[in-house]
């Protein structure tokens, strides 16, 4: 069964910089990772996507392995707004869209 | 831009009574809308995906008669969910795509806390 995994909470202080990881072991060949953020009671908002190598947008970057098996999202100097659950998606068969089980990322002033 | 508008956010009923919920794209055509369902603490699960025009496909353990969704237009998709039950009771999100497909940005509404008393 096909199946992703990020750590389930992170904590870091305003002004650092965080990575989290996702482990995607059953990616298909032509798919995409993204990833999302979510605010409690709200529906999730885009961040990044990407394919391979890196990717970088004026909010994160993407890090994706050769192997693909896992991704890294990297948030600059994060600020006490970052404090969110951040989300992982890969389709990987047989299970189709599949969203990571999440992590809580809190920010300390 | 990319705009996706869900209504109500929240609605509270007695069971038994059916809920419809709308999901509509403001500011672009949706040819593919997705509906979600979290629960506290968890992540989203994928309910169905709807094409507009077509019938929607669902998922594994989702009971098509008790989740009716209807992508009628580029623009709306609505689920009803009949004779609701405490145990529907959950967050509901949809999202939008303006391509086919899986892989594309998705962008979600801000969801529909539903719940059955």
């Known amino acids: 069964l096909a199946k992703t995994t990020q750590p389930i909470s992170m904590d870091s202080y305003e002004g650092q910089e965080v990575n989290i990881t996702c482990s995607h072991n059953?990616?298909?060949?032509?798919?995409?990772i993204t990833w999302y953020q979510q605010f409690p009671s709200q529906g999730p908002r885009f961040i990044i996507q990407?394919?391979?190598t890196k990717v970088t947008n004026e909010v994160a970057s993407l890090f994706i392995p050769a192997d693909r098996k896992s991704s890294t999202l990297s948030l600059p100097r994060v600020s006490l707004s970052d404090t969110a659950v951040y989300y992982c998606l890969v389709e990987a068969p047989p299970d189709k869209l599949i969203f990571g089980t999440g992590t809580r990322l809190q920010v300390f002033p | 831009g990319a705009v996706v508008s869900q209504h109500p956010s929240w609605v509270i009923c007695k069971s038994g009574t059916s809920v419809k919920i709308e999901c509509r794209s403001l500011d672009f055509q949706a040819t593919t809308m997705f509906w979600y369902r979290q629960f506290p603490k968890q992540s989203l699960m994928l309910m169905a995906t709807?094409?507009?025009?077509?019938?929607?496909?669902?998922e594994q353990g989702v009971e098509k008669d008790k989740f009716l969704i209807n992508h009628a237009s580029l623009t709306l998709s609505t689920l009803t969910v009949t004779s609701a039950h405490p145990e529907d009771s959950s967050f509901y999100i949809c999202?939008?795509?303006?391509?086919?497909?899986?892989?594309?940005?998705?962008?979600f509404g801000d969801g529909t806390r539903l719940s059955i008393l």
């Open positions: 999202s939008a795509s303006w391509r086919e497909g899986f892989n594309q940005p998705q962008h």
């Open positions: 059953n990616i298909a060949t032509n798919d995409y």
């Open positions: 990407g394919y391979k």
């Open positions: 709807s094409n507009e025009g077509s019938k929607a496909t669902y």
